[in-house]
């Protein structure tokens, strides 16, 4: 795989670049110098914003817009190889690595990267921890797969160690990454068009939690069945949470609040305990605030910081 010297900026083409992660990390390598192309099928939000920040983009699929001067090609999993920039980067033998791949190395930046993986909730989880490191006031880099109010929009560049993004398993992207911090919110059946079934869903999992080092932490919800299986082997310590005091971190007392919302005490494995009072509705996301919690307290973020963070998430 090509491995871009951050300290030698290049030309990047990105195919694809509308898409919401795509833009984002286009954005991340103008920030760190690098000449930014792109292309995609349609004008969106996002090209719109690229365009304003300088960006040349070219509509629709052309070898044309394959121009010189162009170093590395980056493109999505949605691209097949009779695109026709995809079939042109390959005549030309022009580098070429995926949006995953991308990110990985632009995680491999940061001394704190998070990885937020599961297969429902990641966006949700992602905003809540994002909340949370911006009250700590740790100048996070963030890429959220959806809007965040607070930042107005999906991408905020900051000037700290800490990064955070979300983390896929479609096609295994997120084992291109380089996290310190992973989270794992839940497991089950879902992308089963590139999945055989539930047992290859879950080896991607444990082949994920494997990528974080010792020096790191895996974050996982002790109600995924068997969720020990995925954690057997991996370097990087492992805190659990859940709802019931056989997890290291889990609630009590929920109830539920205004508009739906639930309120519970939150506890940590030392005996602390924070009330927490959230802004979204469902027990699901009691769990997706466990995990954003627990993440916190690995960060040396105080508890008080963290649940009023947390009340930001509409």
């Not at 195919?15 to 099928?41: E, K, P, R, V, Y």
């Not at 914003?49 to 040349?56: A, F, I, R, T, W």
């Not at 889990?250 to 508009?259: A, E, K, M, Q, S």
């Amino acid at each position: 795989m090509y491995k871009i010297d951050f300290d030698n900026p290049i030309a990047v083409h990105f195919i694809g670049i509308g898409g919401i992660s795509m833009s984002g990390l286009a954005q991340i390598l103008m920030a760190n110098g690098f000449t930014i192309s792109g292309s995609d099928d349609k004008k969106s939000r996002y090209t719109e914003h690229l365009e304003s920040l300088g960006v040349e983009i070219m509509y629709g699929n052309k070898a044309a817009n394959i121009q010189p001067g162009i170093d590395l090609i980056v493109y999505t999993a949605a691209i097949r190889e009779d695109n026709p920039e995809f079939a042109r980067c390959k005549e030309l033998s022009l580098p070429m690595i995926t949006r995953a791949e991308l990110l990985g190395q632009i995680m491999r930046n940061y001394g704190h990267a998070i990885a937020v993986s599961g297969t429902h909730g990641k966006t949700t989880t992602s905003s809540m921890a994002s909340e949370i490191l911006l009250a700590a006031d740790l100048a996070p880099t963030l890429t959220i797969g959806g809007i965040l109010k607070s930042i107005g929009g999906n991408l905020k560049l900051g000037n700290s160690e800490y990064f955070l993004t979300e983390a896929c398993e479609y096609t295994n992207s997120f084992l291109s990454f380089y996290p310190k911090y992973g989270i794992i919110l839940n497991v089950e059946e879902d992308h089963l068009d590139f999945f055989k079934d539930i047992n290859e869903i879950r080896d991607s999992f444990h082949k994920f939690a494997g990528l974080l080092p010792e020096d790191g932490a895996l974050i996982i919800n002790s109600d995924i069945d068997n969720y020990i299986a995925l954690t057997e082997g991996i370097a990087a310590p492992v805190h659990t949470f859940g709802f019931s005091d056989a997890a290291d971190y889990y609630c009590t007392d929920l109830h539920v609040g205004d508009h739906g919302a639930y309120k519970f005490l939150f506890h940590t494995p030392d005996g602390r305990s924070q009330e927490v009072i959230l802004n979204v509705v469902g027990l699901h996301n009691v769990s997706n605030a466990l995990a954003s919690l627990v993440l916190a307290d690995l960060l040396h973020i105080d508890l008080q910081i963290a649940a009023k963070a947390l009340l930001s998430c509409s």
